[in-house]
């Protein structure tokens, strides 16, 4: 029997229809939730995540400002930015769309970020967070990732998972999420030996490497749940996840399509982390809340 599709989409949108239920509460407090989008330079692929982002804040109530910098700016122009973001009160959330030009640090941008309104949660404060537990703002794409396993229903306490890719945006959060829900963890990468091994025993499985269709169906453990992070475009311009989604798709007990998938589901987590950056200056002004 084929897997049941976990639909990316459906599930983003539920979570909009929520989370807009508070933005209006806010707004109508007077607290108007406020997301400034930095983009440095002209990718095409990042012009298109920042038009779909705004889009998606004017959807639920939240006020958003793009500021676009030329590709050649300095690091100075970019941190006096952050730093002007930063002290607008207005302003409750500050997103630096990556990959930024290869001259800039994003490491020292984004570590200019007040931790108060890094709502992508790449900050080392909210970072430390995370590991130890803390309240914070949590990564958007891992957060999407958990939504997505909770809405199977299944008690992840004491299951296999094994994630494959270890970096600081979905790896390595997603990992610590899954450490906290109780789960069993492997974390896998480039150098690891016989990944299929590892694979082959997952209960849980999230793909996160960048590679087309590197996970294959054989390497599937059968009725696991599969997340495909993964968005890679074919020569023919086709948008696959590093699951090969078909042969995947008969072993798993639960699986997410490319596209439709994780993606949305991203943009849904950045709109949370906005609307409860705006509800915590909210309480701290003494504006009561009730949520």
Request: aromatic letters at 2%; proline letters at 5%; a positive charge.
């Amino acid at each position: 029997m084929a897997a049941s599709v976990i639909d990316g989409k459906q599930l983003a949108q539920a979570l909009r229809t929520r989370w807009k239920l508070r933005a209006d509460r806010l707004n109508a407090a007077g607290v108007a939730p406020g997301l400034a989008v930095v983009l440095v330079g002209d990718n095409p692929a990042s012009q298109v995540y920042v038009r779909n982002k705004i889009k998606a804040c004017g959807e639920v109530g939240i006020r958003s400002e793009e500021h676009v910098l030329a590709a050649d700016s300095s690091l100075e122009t970019v941190l006096a930015l952050i730093d002007r973001l930063n002290s607008d009160a207005g302003i409750h959330g500050i997103l630096v769309q990556l990959p930024l030009p290869a001259h800039l640090a994003s490491a020292a941008v984004i570590a200019r970020i007040s931790p108060d309104k890094d709502v992508d949660g790449l900050h080392v404060h909210n970072m430390g967070s995370l590991l130890s537990g803390q309240p914070g703002f949590v990564p958007c794409t891992p957060a999407g990732v958990m939504e997505m396993l909770n809405t199977t229903g299944v008690n992840l306490r004491g299951l296999e998972a094994v994630v494959v890719g270890r970096s600081n945006i979905v790896g390595k959060p997603v990992a610590l999420l899954l450490l906290q829900a109780g789960a069993t963890v492997t974390l896998c990468h480039s150098q690891t030996k016989d990944l299929a091994q590892h694979t082959r025993r997952a209960d849980i499985l999230v793909a996160a490497v960048g590679k087309a269709n590197s996970i294959s169906g054989d390497m599937v453990k059968p009725g696991a749940m599969v997340i495909d992070v993964g968005i890679n475009r074919t020569p023919e311009g086709k948008l696959v996840g590093d699951v090969d989604y078909a042969a995947a798709r008969e072993r798993a007990g639960w699986i997410t399509p490319v596209p439709g998938g994780v993606g949305p589901m991203t943009i849904a987590m950045l709109l949370c982390n906005a609307i409860l950056s705006a509800e915590r200056c909210a309480v701290a002004r003494g504006i009561r809340l009730d949520i």
